[in-house]
């Protein structure tokens, strides 16, 4: 049993072609697609959430204001934090299976036919 640490040739090439697909203009393209939805999309919806809460806190008379019978604005509040978490985890769904997806399978593929 070998405990060198060294990386083999196979290992270092390996890291080669990772590092080369990482510094190629597709896999900028994709990082970027990825980011302009991702990055946007969470600080919207943290500062929904953070809303939802500094309401809850400070805002009691507001929040207990009636909609429709004993429903409140609390509890419509509430019920749109899980209908927008939904809405968002489909919405990224689609956004990756139209843009991340295929990109991500060109750079694989080019990466699997370089191996061979």
Do not use: C
Not at 76 to 92: D, K, N
């Amino acid at each position: 049993m070998s405990t060198d640490p060294s990386p083999t040739r196979e290992g270092a090439q390996g890291t080669e072609q990772y590092r080369g697909v990482q510094a190629s203009p597709e896999f900028a393209e994709l990082r970027h697609a990825y980011r302009s939805f991702a990055f946007p999309l969470t600080v919207a919806f943290i500062t929904w959430y953070l809303l939802f809460v500094l309401l809850s806190s400070y805002a009691g008379g507001f929040m207990g204001t009636k909609v429709v019978g004993n429903i409140n604005v609390a509890f419509v509040l509430g019920i749109a934090q899980f209908v927008t978490t939904f809405a968002i985890a489909w919405w990224y769904a689609r956004h990756a299976a139209a843009k991340l997806d295929p990109r991500a399978e060109a750079i694989k593929s080019r990466m699997e036919g370089d191996a061979s």
